[in-house]
Antibody, heavy 120, light 106 residues
């Protein structure tokens, strides 16, 4: 079955870059049938979409985060990654990776999420 | 940018019907999906493309979408339905989530 697993540091210093990786099993990130996304949720708050990447490397970002976000994809490792620069306390959140079918409009598989705290 | 509005809190008596709304400008012209999120867990889609249920989601969950309001209806509410619910649409290739509704089953 399809599984997504986030990994990366749980603590990031302010002004540094937050970096996370999502490892996918049971599906191929190099398939044109899916888009691969990052979504976050600050403690006690709602969901915020960060961006998505296609197998070709094409990306779309949330306009509110676009200046600080970079998504990349590594087909050899079946992974995709998130980098969020100039992190602040407001970036403290549970970060989820998720899959969307290319011909549909919802996220059908999600990772379990990983908490990233931005603090000195 | 496109915005979705949801009530913060909805309460329902055990066994009764819960209705959660999602408001947006002409949302009826968009595909709406709904996610259920229980504490400490990732969201799970319960309705997609307005009215469709993924396999494994009980028939008690249904959706509708018209005009400026999309609705998630949970019939015969159970204690296990207590969760946060989020609506979601696409707008110009970007993803928009509603603010979420906490469903309490009394």
């Amino acid at each position: 079955q399809v599984q997504l697993q986030e990994s990366g540091p749980g603590l990031v210093r302010p002004s540094e870059t937050l970096s996370l990786t999502c490892t996918v099993s049971g599906a191929s990130v190099s398939s044109g049938a899916y888009y691969w996304s990052w979504i976050r949720q600050p403690p006690g708050k709602g969901l915020e979409w960060i961006g998505y990447i296609y197998y070709s490397g094409s990306t779309t970002y949330n306009p509110s985060l676009k200046s600080r976000v970079t998504l990349s994809i590594d087909t050899s490792k079946n992974q995709f990654s998130l980098k969020l620069s100039s992190a602040t306390a407001a970036d403290t959140a549970v970060y989820y990776c998720a899959r969307r079918l290319a011909n549909d409009y919802y996220f059908d598989y999600w990772g379990q999420g990983t908490l990233v705290t931005v603090s000195s | 940018s496109y915005e979705l509005s949801q009530p913060l809190l909805v309460s329902v008596a055990l066994g009764q019907t819960a209705t959660i709304t999602c408001g947006g400008n002409s949302i009826g012209s968009r595909n709406v999906c709904w996610y259920q999120q229980k504490p400490g867990q990732a969201p799970v889609v319960v309705i997609y493309r307005d009215t469709n249920r993924p396999s494994g989601i009980p028939e008690r969950f249904s959706g509708s979408n018209s005009g400026n309001t999309a609705t998630l209806t949970i019939s015969r509410a159970q204690a296990g339905d207590e969760a946060d619910y989020y609506c979601q649409v696409w707008d110009s290739s970007t993803v928009v989530f509603g603010g979420g509704t906490k469903l309490t089953v009394l």
